[in-house]
């Protein structure tokens, strides 16, 4: 460092060249090779008293060609080549190995951005471990690197031509970051690679600044916030290691202990030492400290996004109310992705202020949500009338299984929450469901599965056996959809997302579709919830970690109202009704909590007005936080999590209910059960009795016995991603 402050002090100096000796001068130089002396600082004497005294070059090279060059002329030119390389050698040489790094890191770095050939699920599959480890590795090397690089441009040891070099180097970091297909993976790195920039710039020029004696006063305050925020972070370390973080983790709802009966079964569920997940939740809740919410939505930016994706064919440019299309009008084979979907959805959006376009819509072509403006375009909102489709009705009616073990069945879906953080986050929801535990013998009775386990640590695994009956990539599986629909029931998904399923269903799928007979599907592809140029930003839509807001109101008040009105429409018919949350999915588990109140509300509204009479309801969770800062970090908890998601059901007179056994019913709630048994539950529902050929070979009726040979983790096929919990 000494070193590299007198090469500053000299550039500072601005000392003048070196006056160019003419040839006649020179050739009156007398030289004597081996008689030379040193200077101390290597430059040549009085021009008028020139004595050359030479010990060696500053450059090796130099020091090899001097012993053999005769002529004096080259000599001296070598000589003050020499003084100037001593001056600016050390400058040259740090420009150029920085250039060296950083070329190095952006090439490992583009070729890291390769990605994999499939889906996106299946790239993270094979990818993830090795992806953030590698990508960790070059974040703290970029970090390193440009701290380095800023630190010494500002202390004029490296030429400016760095910066712009660095800004196309994070450029391609931050924004051409796709992996693959996970788009805008950038925005994650520009967070933690800032937090390092910044305290790594603000060390090193700290300390140079403190050497010199500048500001002296300013930079004790600082290194004291330094030390405060030691303090803090040691408090926080220490909360960590706190072992009463994991109290009641292991609880479930009613105090249950979820391994209390250990004769029952052969699995006992992994309980962490640590759990910084319970530590820290509320702490990194964004629209807490920024006082979030949808009031402040622009109607206007809205307004002209949506027209830069609807079909240039048609002028949208005066349309004041538009109309979503009923997403069941398409099928699956023809969607090659999420991305597709959106693409169609838009492309087909209605003009409704188009009384010719209007009056030639078939029933099942007319718009079941709506977007209105007014004002200019400064203000809007969003219309839903589910669309009562009597010749439906009547159908079904005709096709009414009187085995069906319940008439309704309401599931709602929560992506991304295991068991813990259910309540953890929805302790409302979990207050409702807790009210009806040990209740068997009333009219409502619920029941938790202690041990319900992940068949894969994200969705897709997961929601193929529940609703296909089928590992995910093995087979071709029926959805369930097909016995709801042969035995009555109209069936209707309300969710959140810009798919047809929910995960990214592709073209070449190995599951036989079934559209639901209602979908609010297209509201979500809405490019102010889903753009497709930037689908999964971190500020708004399915993984943000912001309040999800789309034109002045949460995405989940349609979902809410959507349900509520298929329930209200067809409420002489029997029901198949999905509800599907992903406020779960998003890397610091905080949004989901803002579901919690609605959610509850909800529930008291359908059991208020009788709408739980002859429904069996399923609360239920794919599984736990598989992505973001906890699992990331490796959180002991997090970890352990991810497999462990929440099944609470609630059934109306299961002590009267034939097709119920209520005292398996009651013990199977402490065995080990996953989404296969799920699948099998929803058939029997709806058939009223099992059939090996279209059942799950992998899975079991919730409410009747479950054999000895269910009750291990060696159920699983073990290449199927599956880290079993169970001790």
């Not at 202690?450 to 296909?468: A, D, E, I, L, R």
């Not at 979908?519 to 943000?544: H, M, V, W």
């Not at 970690?545 to 409420?571: A, P």
């Not at 279209?694 to 060696?714: A, H, M, T, V, W």
Request: proline fraction near 3%.
């Amino acid at each position: 460092m000494q070193y590299l402050k007198n090469i500053y002090n000299s550039l500072k100096k601005k000392n003048p060249k070196p006056k160019q000796k003419s040839y006649n001068e020179i050739d009156k130089i007398p030289i004597k090779e081996n008689q030379i002396e040193t200077t101390k600082d290597n430059v040549i004497e009085n021009e008028n008293d020139i004595q050359i005294e030479i010990n060696q070059f500053k450059a090796p090279v130099f020091n090899f060609i001097f012993n053999y060059v005769k002529s004096p002329n080259l000599k001296e030119k070598l000589i003050i080549l020499d003084s100037k390389l001593k001056q600016y050698s050390y400058y040259i040489f740090i420009n150029i190995i920085f250039f060296y790094l950083n070329i190095l890191g952006l090439y490992s770095y583009i070729e890291s951005l390769r990605g994999c050939e499939g889906t996106q699920v299946e790239c993270l599959e094979m990818n993830m471990i090795d992806f953030f480890s590698s990508l960790i590795v070059y974040l703290v090397y970029s970090i390193f690197i440009v701290g380095i690089t800023i630190f010494l441009c500002i202390w004029r040891y490296l030429s400016l031509i760095h910066i712009p070099f660095l800004f196309y180097k994070y450029f391609v970091l931050f924004q051409k970051d796709h992996f693959s297909e996970l788009d805008k993976h950038g925005e994650y790195n520009i967070i933690i690679f800032l937090v390092g920039v910044f305290i790594l710039v603000f060390l090193l020029n700290s300390f140079v600044i403190f050497k010199k004696g500048f500001l002296k006063g300013i930079h004790f305050s600082l290194y004291f916030i330094v030390i405060l925020f030691y303090f803090f972070f040691n408090l926080i370390y220490k909360k960590l290691n706190n072992r009463a973080n994991c109290y009641k983790w292991d609880i479930n709802l009613n105090n249950t202990n979820i391994n209390h009966n250990k004769n029952e079964t052969d699995c006992i569920i992994k309980v962490p030492k640590k759990c910084p997940m319970n530590a820290y939740f509320g702490l990194m809740d964004f629209n807490r400290f920024i006082k979030f919410d949808c009031k402040n939505f622009d109607f206007q930016d809205a307004h002209n996004l949506l027209l830069t994706y609807l079909n240039e064919n048609y002028d949208f440019s005066k349309t004041t109310k538009f109309g979503y299309p009923n997403s069941n009008n398409y099928n699956i084979p023809n969607i090659k992705n999420n991305k597709h979907l959106n693409e169609i959805i838009l492309n087909g959006i209605i003009d409704m202020n188009n009384k010719t376009i209007l009056d030639n819509l078939t029933f099942e072509q007319i718009p079941e949500i709506t977007l209105e403006f007014w004002d200019n375009f400064k203000k809007g909102k969003i219309n839903i009338d589910l669309k009562f489709n009597e010749k439906l009705s009547k159908e079904r009616k005709l096709k009414e299984n009187k085995d069906s073990v319940y008439k309704n069945v309401l599931f709602i879906f929560i992506d991304s929450v295991s068991r813990v953080h259910f309540q953890r986050a929805l302790k409302k929801t979990s207050l409702f469901c807790q009210k009806y535990i040990k209740n068997n013998f009333n009219k409502y009775s619920s029941y938790q599965y202690n041990k319900f386990h992940g068949v894969g640590h994200f969705t897709h695994p997961n929601v193929q056996p529940m609703f296909y009956g089928t590992y995910y990539r093995e087979k071709e599986g029926q959805s369930i959809l097909k016995y709801y629909k042969e035995n009555g029931y109209i069936t209707c998904h309300a969710g959140e997302i810009c798919s047809k399923e929910l995960y990214n269903v592709q073209k070449k799928t190995n599951i036989r579709y079934e559209n639901y007979d209602h979908e609010n599907t297209a509201l979500y592809c809405d490019p102010n919830n889903f753009d497709r140029a930037n689908p999964y930003p971190i500020n708004k839509g399915q993984q943000s970690v912001l309040r999800r807001c789309l034109y002045k109101k949460e995405n989940h008040e349609y979902l809410f109202e959507y349900s509520k009105q298929f329930w209200e429409k067809y409420k002489n018919n029997r029901k198949f009704l999905r509800m599907a949350f992903t406020e779960g999915h998003e890397m610091t588990g905080e949004v989901i909590k803002y579901i919690d109140e609605p959610l509850y509300n909800f529930l008291n509204y359908f059991m208020d007005n009788g709408y739980l009479k002859e429904t069996a309801l399923f609360l239920i969770t794919d599984h736990g936080l598989h992505y973001g800062i906890y699992f990331n970090a490796k959180a002991e908890d997090a970890i352990i999590e991810r497999f462990l998601p929440s099944l609470i059901i609630l059934l109306y007179d299961a002590s009267k209910n034939d097709k119920i056994n209520l005292k398996e019913t009651i013990v199977n709630q402490d065995k080990l059960i996953c989404a296969f048994d799920i699948y099998n539950t929803l058939y029997y529902i709806a058939k009223g009795k099992n059939d090996e050929k279209e059942q799950s070979p992998n899975g079991n009726y919730l409410f009747d016995y479950i054999e000895s040979k269910y009750k291990r983790c060696e159920k699983f096929d073990k290449k199927y991603y599956i880290d079993c919990q169970c001790v």
